[in-house]
């Protein structure tokens, strides 16, 4: 038995620096694959971190590549192909160029890795997540979007920098679609088990929702050309951490939804178990009546994005 293989499908921002973090937890080997015209930089980074590994005591490998048979028989394929948000612009204004890339990755990756478990990164996620599942015909516990850990994380941190309290001791879950939509779900917000709410004012509470809804813009701004991308890698190579160790773990994902929390036929942002069976299980909960109908909200918004992929 060799080592695991892990595909990077997009080796930019985010790309680059999965390669880097999966090397550095020996994950697998990892290829990054770009287009042709990114082929060198592929190699680059590949041969890059290959450099860093005395210094970090890691054996795998790492190669870059714009051909799609070197990803043959990957175990898990990470996609951030396509193109960031730029100030001003909604994830949805995405759409139109990330469709035409997700749907040519979509069929190499059937062909060449029809088992691996997929994680889907590149927005407008919920949108691109159902396109890769529809262009695929992949099975849905092996087909995931990455989004809810994200932003769950920027609610912790919020929260950690607010109270002072070490973020490792702070939990809570944002659900639906990744969007200004998205739905932090207070009431399960906590520091050691102790409810937030009696450690943060309310006005202050507020505040923090508000900032987490619109994290990612206020990182498009500051960065002036490009989004986030040292959280979302570490959020990806979580997810391929939990299915390649069935470390059976519960991640905010965009998973598919059949009746679940009322959601049939979409990917959207809720609690998924996952381990070596990919999504195992999307843990159901009863929502409150306002949870419900936040969720409801953004549920609209999401289905409104997969119309316009034509799919
Ligand atoms: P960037 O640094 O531009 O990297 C994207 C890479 O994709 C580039 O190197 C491109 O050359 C490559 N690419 C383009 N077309 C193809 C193709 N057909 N096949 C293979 N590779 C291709 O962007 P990034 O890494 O900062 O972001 C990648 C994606 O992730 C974007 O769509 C972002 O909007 C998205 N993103 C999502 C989140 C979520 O939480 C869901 C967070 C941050 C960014």
Known sequence: MGRKKIALIGGGQIGGNLALITAQKELGDVVILDIPKAEGMTKGKALDIMQLRPHDGY???????????????????????GVPRKPGMDREDLLSINIKIITDVAENVKKYAPNAFVIVVSNPLDAIVYSFYKVSGFPKNQ????????????????????????????????????????????????????????????????????????????????????????????????????????????IPSAALCEGEFGIDGYFIGVPALIGAGGVEKVVEFELTEDENSALQDTYEKVKKTVAETGL
């Open 143 to 250: 087909v995931v979007g990455m989004a809810g850990a994200l932003d769950t994380g920027r609610f912790r941190t919020f929260l950690s920098m607010e109270t002072g309290f070490s973020v490792q001791d702070i939990h809570c879950m944002v659900m639906g679609g990744h969007g200004d939509t998205m739905v932090p779900i207070i009431r399960t917000a906590n520091v050691a088990g102790i409810p937030i709410t009696e450690l943060i004012p309310e006005d202050r509470l507020e505040a923090i929702v508000k900032r987490t809804r619109v994290a990612g813009g206020e990182l498009v701004k500051l960065f002036g050309n490009g989004s986030a991308y040292y959280a979302p890698a570490q959020c990806a190579m979580e997810m391929a951490e939990a299915y390649l160790l069935d470390k059976k773990r519960v």
């Open 59 to 81: 054996d795998v490998n790492l190669t870059g590549t714009s051909d799609y048979k070197d990803i043959e028989g990957a175990n898990v394929v990470i996609i951030t192909a």
